[in-house]
């Protein structure tokens, strides 16, 4: 229980944070972005990121029924811009990550279980850390940091890393003629 409750205390902290930020409306910068993305801290699917002005958001979600079960994984990450150049970002990133039994049984098919000691029930990981997204159109996203793996069971902290390949989503121009 008190692992829920300094989980609950360290996600107010964090969204206070966020909509602390003062933003310029004239200069609001909008971007969208369609893709995959792979992490035990992001989630692994199909992504859909947002930027707006210096904060992001990305909703991971892949859903699988093999027999008559039904599995999921389901990731929210949020970012926070800290360097911006023409064709790459450097940002901080807060990532959840929820994954059903069913789909847990994927991630223990890969060498990194046995070296991370990790076992995967019904799953629920977050983390922290520092990442970059690289190109023009796609962008490749790579992060890394330290995560809480299975916090609402046998927890434990270890490094993670997450990747990331994203389209940009063009806007409509409109003609006012």
Known sequence: MKKIILLIIATFIFWGYLYSQESDVSTSKTQNMIGINIGMTTGAGFSFRHWHNNLGLQLTLLPIKPDDDFDISAGLTFFYLLKQKKHSNVFLYMGHHYMSEGFAAIYELTPLVDLLGINFDYNYN???????????????????????????????????????????????KVNND
């Open 126 to 172: 977050i983390g922290i850390g520092v990442g970059a997204e690289l190109g023009k159109n796609p962008v490749i996203s790579v992060m890394g940091g330290y995560a809480a793996y299975d916090i609402l069971g046998d927890y434990k902290l270890l490094p993670t890393v997450e990747l990331g390949l994203h389209f940009k989503l063009k806007k409509k």
